[in-house]
């Protein structure tokens, strides 16, 4: 995995989507926004995250934009 400033990420285990501020060695720093909007920021070993461009999710949401969208036009 090659992890940048910018990439983003979530832990192994789950949780936000975050943001590479920096790679050093095995650590990398990050940041992410928790629920109640405030800015986290912490640092993990390299092979306690993966890349995750949160593009699943995304995803996700659109269709359900897109089938509701089809449900009230067709009403």
């Known amino acids: 995995m090659a992890l940048a400033g910018g990439s983003t990420v979530r832990l192994n285990s789950g949780g936000p ?35 995750d461009s949160g593009g699943d999710k995304i995803a996700e949401i659109l269709e359900r934009i897109k089938a509701e969208r089809q449900r009230r036009d067709s009403s």
């Open 17 to 51: 989507l975050m943001t590479v501020r920096e790679v050093e060695g095995d650590t990398v720093r990050c940041d992410w926004f928790d629920k109640e909007g405030r800015l986290r920021k912490a640092e993990f070993l390299t092979n306690q995250v993966n890349e």
